[in-house]
């Protein structure tokens, strides 16, 4: 395959990867589909912006944050059925019920580090361990710039968190098994080893309970964002929202078969963050995986930090054994 040159790289010259939007296929039918999936996402976000925006505060909480969280999930379960991006990414049995187990672990791990940072002493400590009054210009802005500037700047450090995944072979260990995910849908980012989902648990559940309402609302855009970027629904998102932010078409060049495809698209929620560092690839891949799309299974996902991490470090430091040198 020769693949496309974007900037100063070769892409899909491993595996396919459709390059630039105009290649990229829209959703057909009538008048009103379409306009459905055109006006969904930036919709979703309004919607969800001006609740979190206006919400009394008795309802402006975390708990309630959850509940949106699984009512969006069940919403998207019916727009991958109404919409498929990809037939062969459909849902299976075997699919689904992996995918739960994998959801219930994220869950479990949430409440878990909820309940350790979540406590009082702990909210305390981290609250005394600052001077607010630093931040106190940050509070005086407006709620929303304040909102945006929590999501942006949550992003930045995530984009590098990932970069560095995907470029230092320890933390590598910890994100290779969601990698090997050979299908995108709703479920698939709780799909991974619970050491990376540990670490993502503790930014979600530890500080959520005394977030302020504009943590709460950048959650909210991170939640109308993000989900899309593990979801098998096609949408025709306006130009000026895949300018801005990460999509599903996004994040399958980011987990396809091609490995300079790959090393793409790192942001969560501001593709732009890619764009800004020249790691932004505008396209859509289907054929998704590791190893030619490999399935990992359960228990391989559990343990591969570990058992991979072991047979490298022996790789790499073990005892070598005498190469015999040929006589000149
Ligand atoms: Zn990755
Ligand atoms: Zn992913």
Not at 227 to 255: A, D, G, K, M
Not at 286 to 295: N, V
Request: charged share 15%; with cysteine; hydrophobic share 45%.
């Amino acid at each position: 395959m020769d693949g496309v040159r974007v900037g100063n790289r070769i892409i899909g010259a491993d595996s396919p990867v459709t390059v630039g939007w105009e290649n990229i296929p829209k959703v057909e039918g009538g008048p009103f589909k379409r306009a459905f999936f055109t006006w969904f996402q930036p919709t979703m976000l309004l919607a969800l912006v001006a609740f979190w925006y206006y919400a009394p505060n008795d309802i402006a909480k975390a708990s309630t944050a959850i509940w949106i969280g699984i009512g969006v999930k069940l919403f998207m379960m019916a727009l991958e059925v109404m919409s498929p991006r990809h037939t062969s990414w459909n849902i299976t049995w075997k699919e689904l019920v992996t995918d739960l187990f994998y959801v219930g672990i994220s869950y479990t791990l949430v409440r878990l580090a909820g309940k350790y940072f979540g406590d009082d002493a702990m909210i305390e400590l981290i609250r005394n361990a600052f001077d607010w009054s630093t931040f106190a210009w940050f509070v005086a802005l407006p709620l929303l710039l304040q909102a945006f500037l929590i999501s942006f700047i949550f992003d930045f450090g995530q984009y590098w968190m990932h970069r560095g995944m995907h470029n230092w072979h320890p933390l590598w260990l910890t994100h290779a098994p969601h990698h090997y995910i050979t299908q995108l849908n709703v479920h698939k980012g709780a799909v991974g080893n619970p050491v990376e989902l540990f670490l993502i648990g503790l930014g979600i559940g530890g500080f959520f309970d005394f977030l302020p309402r504009a943590a709460l609302l950048a959650g909210s855009l991170g939640l109308a964002v993000g989900i899309y970027q593990h979801i098998n629904v096609r949408f025709n998102s306006p130009s000026w929202w895949r300018f801005l932010f990460n999509t599903t078409e996004h994040h399958s060049v980011h987990h396809s078969q091609d490995y300079e495809g790959s090393r793409s698209n790192y942001s969560g929620t501001w593709i732009i963050i890619d764009r800004m560092f020249g790691t932004c690839v505008d396209g859509e891949a289907e054929l998704l995986g590791m190893e030619g799309g490999r399935r990992m299974s359960v228990g391989e996902t559990m343990v591969y930090p570990f058992t991979e991490g072991w047979r490298s470090f022996k790789e790499r430091f073990g005892r070598r054994e005498p190469v015999a040198v040929p006589a000149e």
